[in-house]
């Protein structure tokens, strides 16, 4: 697997129209624009006391199997689902879909 973090990222193809999203009008202005990207692997709910009880060893059962993509949000914004890889000895996500690329952002999931 290759280090993708130095390299420069492929433009986002608007597939409504087949043109790539860094050609857009005044793109430039934005592309510098920090994002705080994250991965979800999952969730569950737990009482105040079943959390003052873990211990080193302690297993928390999430609500997805361990088959299951896992979500990517950038700012809360639910992009990409994705799977663990291992790059150079480190954690990576590869992105196996792109969440409603024709929706444009407005059709996105934001996370609570």
Known sequence: ???????????????????????????DLLAGVSLRVSVEVGSTSMT???????????????????TDLLDIYANGTLIAKGEIVSVEGRYGIQVAEVVAPDRGIAGFDRRA
């Open 1 to 27: 697997m290759t280090d993708l973090s130095d390299a420069p990222a492929a433009p986002q193809r608007d597939r409504r129209e087949g043109k790539t999203i860094a050609a857009a009008p005044n793109f």
């Open 48 to 66: 105040l006391a079943e959390l003052l009880t873990m211990t080193e060893g302690s297993v928390i059962e999430l609500d997805r199997a361990a």
